[in-house]
């Protein structure tokens, strides 16, 4: 018997569908996301689809998206795009709107929350000098 993960906690393929698709609902809806929806293509299925993927294994689930596009190397795959601070809290901004709709333990949200923005900002690959953004 192996041990439980955050994905069966938080409710496993059901529940990353549910929070992957209110993040994308967020991204979308809210003004204060414009700037990380504009990076987005317009049809957003594709994106929802690798964040899926993503999250499964992430968690703790299935390992989607290493079976099907190989190491996540997230960072690597983030690069074409200017990702400063504004467009991870804008990132964040959505994730947390999205997991407070998951009903889950408090410390595992908590966990979990700490965990997205560490990755969030992992992805950040400008820096602010003099108030220009610049490439590290």
């Known amino acids: 018997m192996s041990a439980e993960t955050p994905y069966d906690f938080i409710g496993g393929e059901q529940a990353i569908h549910s929070l992957v698709d209110r993040f994308y609902f967020y991204m979308d809806i809210l003004p204060e996301a414009q700037g990380i ?12 689809d690798k964040l899926f993927k ?5 968690l703790g689930g299935p390992n989607l ?9 997230l960072r690597a795959r983030h690069f074409p795009f ?4 504004s467009e991870r809290d804008q990132w964040m ?3 947390n709107k999205a997991l407070a709709e998951i009903p889950m333990d408090p ?5 979990i929350q700490a965990a997205l923005q560490q990755l969030a900002t992992h992805m950040i690959n ?3 000098h003099d108030g220009i953004e610049t490439s590290p």
């Open 54 to 58: 993503f999250l499964s294994g992430w």
């Open 107 to 111: 410390r595992l949200h908590t966990n």
């Open 82 to 85: 200017k990702i400063g601070v």
């Open 37 to 48: 929806r504009a990076m987005h293509q317009a049809n957003l299925a594709s994106a929802n």
């Open 93 to 95: 901004l959505c994730m």
């Open 65 to 73: 998206f290493i079976e099907e596009f190989g190491h996540p190397m």
């Open 126 to 128: 400008q820096e602010v």
